[in-house]
């Protein structure tokens, strides 16, 4: 069995090289073999000078694009993607691979077909309190709309078997990825498991990308979808 982690990067010169260090030295469960993916969108400082540094390594592949959008991104890693288990990783500091056996546990079980790692049931670490009350907000609306009780729909940290990711079709731009793609798992009747993960947020100084009109970006989908139909190019 293989798992795919895919790695959006923008503008992350500072951190990409240590966290590739890390997911390609992560211990896996046995018999687990690993492919890495990183879709470069477009960055403007050092990241691609980085990267070419990791040319060696036969797991992992790096791909350039026109910068499009975190949803962009993740979109062409997902279709560049052979794993039979697909990791979305970010490529900051904010989320420590070490967890990867955790994340990927229930799924290996056969427990579900998708895992979230959920912050608001682990530990956080220097999260503004705007952020974890617009993240709360988020959680509270899906429950609200949909019936259904996640803890943390924001989470970078979603696993899914390939077969399922594949078929939903993503056509956000940026951020509002980690909404749109939950609201249409929920659509389709898929569980989502939720496993408390470890998470330490940087500040904006650091290079956070989250604004306040990302947090709007990422919470329209949750209204969009649930009292607008779709056009056929959504579903």
Not at 97 to 118: F, N
Request: glycine share 6%.
């Amino acid at each position: 069995m293989k798992i795919s982690i895919i790695i959006p990067v923008y503008n992350e010169e500072k951190t990409i090289g240590l966290v590739l260090d890390k997911v390609l030295s992560v211990m896996l469960p046995e018999g687990i073999a690993r492919e890495v993916i990183v879709v470069n969108d477009g960055s403007l400082d050092r990241t691609k000078e980085v990267l070419s540094r990791y040319k060696e390594y036969s797991n992992l592949r790096v791909f350039h694009q026109l910068n499009r959008g975190k949803a962009a991104a993740l979109i062409r890693g997902i279709a560049e993607a052979t794993g039979d288990i697909l990791l979305i990783q970010d490529a900051d500091l904010e989320y420590d691979p070490i967890q990867y056996p955790v994340l990927l546990d229930p799924i290996l079980k056969g427990e579900v077909d998708v895992v979230y790692g959920s912050r608001f049931l682990g530990k956080i670490e220097d999260m503004q309190w705007v952020n974890r009350w617009a993240n709360r907000i988020s959680n509270w609306t899906l429950r609200l709309l949909y019936s259904i009780n996640l803890s943390d729909v924001n989470t970078c940290y979603k696993v899914f078997k390939r077969e399922i990711i594949k078929g939903i079709n993503i056509c956000s731009k940026n951020f509002a990825f980690e909404t749109e793609v939950t609201v249409k798992l929920i659509k389709k009747g898929i569980r989502i498991k939720e496993v408390p993960i470890e998470y330490v947020a940087r500040s904006y100084r650091e290079g956070k990308k989250i604004r306040w009109t990302t947090a709007f970006e990422m919470y329209w989908p949750i209204i969009k979808y649930r009292f607008f139909p779709p056009s056929s190019g959504e579903i």
